[in-house]
Each structure stands twice: as C-alpha cells, then as structure tokens.
C-alpha cells in the first residue's frame, strides 16, 4: 500500500533535521567518522522525537561530494557511524536523504543544478511520498536560511536552530498542546 493510499490515522509526524550545524558539528565538509562531534543536546533530541512516535529524518546537502572532496561512500560511512551513536543512546534516523550535487562542483558526475539541493524542497518531498506522513504536525529543523526555505517550498514549517541545547529546542516544539486545545 503507497502512503498516499493510507488512512489519516496511521499518518505520524515527523521532524526533518539539517546535518551540519544543526545535528554535528560543522567544521567544513565534515565526512571523516572521527570527526563526528555532535552538536549539543542533538542525541537527546533525536532520541526524545523517536520516543514521542515521530519519524526523525536527516536531509543534508553534500557539496563536497561534487567537489571532489569525499566520495559518496566516505559519506555514506560517516552517516553509518553517527547511527551508531545514536543507536548506542536508544536513538536513530528513520531515513536519510542527501543532495551530491553542486553546479560549480568539480567531479563531472555531480557538477549541476539539482531539486534536492537545499533551498529546493526536493529531499524533503521525496521523503513526504516515500514515508506516512502527517504534513500538518511536522516540521524543518535546520540551522540556515536555505533550510527554512525549503521548509517553506515543502509546504513544512520551519524551525530556525541558533546554537544552545537543540533537544531544549526540540521539547518545546514538540510538547502537547494544553488541554482543550488541538494540535
């Protein structure tokens, strides 16, 4: 049965994180497992979207894939790594979704324009028709501009993360409305 056939009540939210400066550490083309740092409170908040029912989703531009900087498999390889950190705090992606591409990149194969590439939605869509999810109660969180943008082109709200504890950020935007009140 495709998502879209399911019935609204087996729709769940989700939350859709940025990767670098929002989950880990953004050093500049971070793709090394040992350079993982995680941004502060990003495990808790990861963890604490998995425990209140809600799909967490990574979608990340890859640059410096077309850069020539990394190859796919050395990303792929520090995606698993950082599953593994999660995993070991009872937390993890549902899915991850990633954009190689870069008009001004130098690997041929990925040097141009891609829909994927934030501030276009297109990770952000092709997760929404490949997963049962209820648009209304998701939302984009992302440390740039280009994030909120996609959000927006998504039809998602948005979430602006500055720095601070991102599961602080994450509790309150995930906390029950108060009784009497819908979502």
């Known amino acids: 049965m495709t998502p879209l056939k399911l019935s609204k009540r087996r729709l769940r939210p989700a939350v859709f994180f940025d990767r670098d400066g929002t989950i880990n550490v953004d050093a500049g083309y ?4 040992d350079d993982l740092t ?15 029912g809600r799909y967490a989703f990574l979608v990340t531009n890859q640059s410096g894939i077309a850069r020539g900087y990394y190859t796919e498999s050395d990303m792929h390889a520090f995606h698993a790594h950082m599953q593994r950190h999660l995993r070991a705090a009872g937390a ?55 994030d909120m943008r ?18 602080q950020l994450i509790a309150r935007e995930i906390r029950p409305p108060p009784p009497g009140k819908s979502a």
């Open 30 to 33: 971070v793709f090394r497992p």
């Open 38 to 52: 995680f941004m502060p409170g990003a495990i808790a908040a990861v963890k604490r979207v998995n425990d209140s």
């Open 92 to 146: 993890h992606f549902d899915d991850i979704r990633y954009c190689p591409y870069h008009p001004e990149g130098t690997v041929a194969r990925y040097a141009r324009s891609s829909d994927w590439r934030k501030p276009a939605p297109g990770m952000l869509l092709d997760l929404l028709s490949s997963w049962p999810v209820d648009r209304a109660t998701s939302f984009v969180v992302g440390n740039t501009e280009d």
């Open 150 to 167: 996609a959000a927006q082109a998504a039809g998602l709200r948005g979430v602006l993360y500055e720095g601070g504890d991102l599961d």
